[in-house]
């Protein structure tokens, strides 16, 4: 799924199925072309910082949307939401939180946060799919990023 | 005589002249009158001469008018004329009365006729269009000379009819002059007449004057004459009548010097100035003479008699009577005397009084004992005891109003009677002994007995006895004072009898009780108090109560008692008392202090009531108190820790089953979306009714989810606009139901309390559930309104849908329970669960109604009714 480009979309989702049925809602909407995968927090926050295995890469070719699952191991997503928050390199970058929860505790926890977007996903696969284009959309070709470099 | 013939001429006279001067007025206006109405006549023919030459000059104006354009309108003149000249003419003719007039007339009229006839003829040619002919005879000038004569013939007349108007105003002028000097001189005869006869009437009245004048004083010197006659006659009279009265007055000084030293002497003048008196006199009123001399009696008023006493005491003798009396006087250092006086009248040569001679003896010692014994005899009568005098033989002497009263027996009936009358037959021996004792000179007092009433009933008395004695000290009789106490002894009887009911009632009642003085000295316990403690009555009085107190408690009684005495307060408290068995029993003790008018206290009562079992009571609930709170606590922890455990687990169960059923439904689709083809119809609905339950189950998860919510969330309370809340509502379900016709009606909804986000949940679920039911209907009628309904308001959502069969109305609210089936309609049964419970947080109610088929109505209130 990588692709030698510039990543235009951070995926963080550590559920194998619900991985799939993502990237098969993205493929469908014609946004698969630019997206970084990461497992947990820790890969995600590698993939930000240009550390570990994406030492090569730089911080400013960020991307243009992170769809993150509050529900992660090792690091978890509130956790990673506030890292990016919290440095300026990385603070501008729109951050979405899809997740299951609708929990209003984790919702206000994340906007306190600084989160872009909370998305529940929804059970039905139509409707999910239907708002992960929406959002692919949305973030990718509507919404105007500052200019980097 | 000659002066009434004259005036009689005189009078005949001025009538006479009146009569002429009406006379001649008369006349005057009736030749007057006639002028005038001459005048108006000639007035009137001079108008109708006038009259006819006009309308001659018209008719022909009319004419011309007519030959000129052949218009008819121009002849009305000319036709008017024609038919009425003849007649005009006649008129003139009977009013004239001159014939030089009447000749002018007579020559007038042809002249008219014929000038008719040539006005007629030219009108005729014209009317036959013969202008020319009408030219030529214009021309001819016939009309015009005939209208020229006929002028002239009237102008003659005018003018002799004026002339001889002319001719009679002049004689009028000079009618009337005359009558002006006749009406002058007349009235001047007439002044002059007036005058001489007011001239001799004057001098008539005066010659009459003189006359009498004359006469009278011819009389009055008559009567002069006379009574200087009288006059001399009359002294020599008085002359000897002086020698006599020399005479008497000396006799009289003479017995005066012997009455002045006897008595008080005044002499006052007829108006009652004191003209002499006598040193005796001086002496008792203490002025001396000079002040007393031209004073009248009003210098020694006491003030103690009545007006009308001294008004009697002069009309007696300004009438020329002696009067008797006693009265009393004012000395000059302000005190009193009493004088028994004589007043004589001295009359004069007239009869009438001229000096008052007042003769007195002072009788004050006597009249001071007179009042002090009124005084005495006024106690005795007005007294409402019984005061008796009898003699040493019990013989009634005297017997006052209160005897009367008491007794029942009048003073004349007793007096003179025996005393034993009184005494019932069982006592008599009584008197006797009390004669005895007071014929010793010894008093018997206050001694209770019974005597008898006039009517036979007897009497409860108090007798007291003391010995009346004569100036010499022997005891010559008795004095008895008698007071009936029937009163006092029925108040006695009363009191006793009180006492004894009071004493049954305290000895049965249940507590203890007792009474103090009001020192604190216990004299009296009732029977309770002796039974529970054992004791007797010697080892409790006063303050022997002490020794069944427990030593322990004794010392703050001993505080509180003695404060509650000194201070006159009401004493509570609660102690243990031994009991005869040696064991305590808690008493609540309370003295009340009984207090007289004056709010000092005179007895204390006071109870002891035995509270053990409600002692022990008390201390029982509040165990049970304590150990019912703690047990509360201790479930309220374990409620919360259930709570919580609840909350986690629902919440771990909803979240984390969402997952593997989205992928379900997920994959379901993408089998069908990339493999469908392959699938035979049968492995496509698998995979459909695979997707479906997956979606149900999430519906159910969430559902599920949002009903343990519930339980958790604050209710944050505020003021709820409802109607414009159920618009937003309808806005946001409205969407998929487009398909169908849906009618809903929202009526006026007031605005409602409680928590929005939850609110708006209820109204979302009924409404949904209204939508969805109602989906079989070909019109769906929503109905959304409120009713105020036991002091609450009560919203509704009724529809027309299929409704539900009351019996099962119990399932209703259960959570998952379902009244339909899936396949008609979808649903989770949570819905209505969680209106429930939302409305029930809120303190209100749901309720429902319907029938099978017939559409169900959904009420809730969101709040507790007020009102059954």
Known sequence: MNSTAAPELLLVEDNDLDLELTLRALRQAKLANHIQVARDGVEALEFLFCEGPHAGRRIADAPKVILLDLKLPRVDGLEVLKRIKADPRTSTIPVVMLTSSKEQRDVLTSYQTGVNAYIVKPVSFERFSTAVRDLGLFWLLLNERPATG | ??????????????????????????????????????????????????????????????????????????????????????????????????????????????????????????????????????????????????????????????????????????????????????????????????????????????????????????????????????????????????????????????????????????????????????????????????????????????????????????????????????????????????????????????????????????????????????????????????????????????????????????????????????????????????????????????????????????IDVSVTVSPIRDAAGRVMGASKVVRDISERIRAEAAVREGEERFQNMANSMSQLAWIARADGFIFWYNRRWYEYTGKTPAEMEGWGWQSVQDPRILPEVMVKWPAAIAAGTRFEMEFPLRGADGSFRMFLTRGEPLKDSTGRVVQWFGTNTDVTALKQAEADVRLLNAELEQRVAERTAELLAANKELESFSYTVSHDLRGPVRAIDGFSHAAMEDFGTLLPDEGRRYLRIIRESALRMGALIDDLLAFAQLGRQDLTKQAIDTADLVRTVLEELGSPWTEREVAVRVDALPVSFGDPALVKQVWINLLSNALKYTGKRARAEIEIGSTRRGGVDTFFVRDNGSGFDLRYAGKLFGVFQRLHRDQDFEGTGVGLAIVHRIVLRHGGRVWADAAVDRGATFFFTLEKDTQP
């Not at chain 2, 030749?31 to 001659?56: K, M, P, T, W, Y």
């Not at chain 2, 007179?370 to 040493?392: F, H, N, Q």
């Open chain 2, 1 to 458: 005589m000659k002066t009434a013939h004259k005036v009689s001429v005189l009078i005949a006279s001025a009538a006479l002249l009146l009569a002429l001067g009406v006379a001649v007025t008369f006349w005057a206006f009736i030749r007057i009158e006639r002028a005038a109405a001459a005048r108006e006549e000639v007035f009137g023919i001079l108008n109708r001469a006038d009259d006819l030459l006009s309308a001659l000059k018209d008719a022909e104006t009319g004419q011309r008018g007519f030959l000129l354009t052949g218009d008819e309108a121009f002849l009305e003149p000319y036709l008017s004329v024609r038919d009425n000249v003849t007649g005009h003419l006649r008129e003139l003719r009977q009013l004239t009365r001159i014939e030089a007039a009447q000749n002018h007339l007579a020559t007038v009229a042809p002249l008219i006729d014929a000038k008719l006839v040539e006005l007629a003829g030219l009108v005729a040619l014209r009317r036959q269009n013969d202008l020319a002919a009408v030219t030529a005879r214009v021309g001819g000038g016939e009309g015009k000379r005939l209208m020229d004569a006929i002028r002239a013939e009237m102008k003659a007349f005018t003018q002799i009819e004026g002339a001889a108007l002319a001719e009679r105003e002049a004689q009028f002028q000079s009618d009337l002059s005359r009558l002006f000097v006749v009406i002058v001189v007349a009235s001047v005869v007439a002044v002059l007449f007036a005058l001489g006869f007011a001239y001799s009437v004057q001098r008539e009245m005066q010659r009459r004057l003189g006359e009498v004048v004359h006469r009278e004083t011819e009389r009055l010197l008559g009567l002069q004459q006379e009574s200087n006659r009288l006059l001399g006659e009359a002294n020599a009279r008085l002359q000897e009548r002086e020698r006599a009265l020399t005479t008497s007055l000396k006799e009289n000084g003479d017995l005066k010097t012997a009455l002045d030293e006897h008595a008080i002497v005044a002499i006052t003048d007829a108006k009652g100035r004191i003209t002499s008196v006598n040193d005796k006199f001086c002496a008792i009123s203490q002025y001396t003479r000079a002040e007393l001399l031209g004073q009248d009696h009003r210098l020694i008023n006491s003030g103690h008699h009545a007006k009308e006493f001294f008004a009697g005491l002069w009309s007696t003798i300004t009438a020329g009577r002696v009067w008797h009396g006693e009265i009393k006087n004012r000395a000059k250092d302000g005190s009193f005397y009493w004088v028994d006086t004589t007043l004589v009248p001295f009359l004069g040569a007239d009869g009438q009084p001229a000096q008052y001679v007042a003769i007195r003896a002072d009788i004050t010692a006597r009249k001071n004992h007179e009042a002090a014994a009124a005084r005495l005899a006024a106690i005795v009568t007005s007294s409402d005891d019984a005061i008796i005098g009898k003699t040493l033989q019990g013989v009634v002497t005297s017997w006052n109003p209160g005897a009367e009263k008491t007794f029942g027996y009048l003073a004349r009936e007793m007096e003179g009677q025996s005393i034993t009358r009184l005494i019932p037959p069982d006592r008599q021996a009584e008197e006797t002994d009390i004669l005895d004792r007071i014929g010793r000179g010894e008093s018997v007092r206050h001694f209770d007995t019974v005597r008898l009433h006039q009517d036979g009933h007897a």
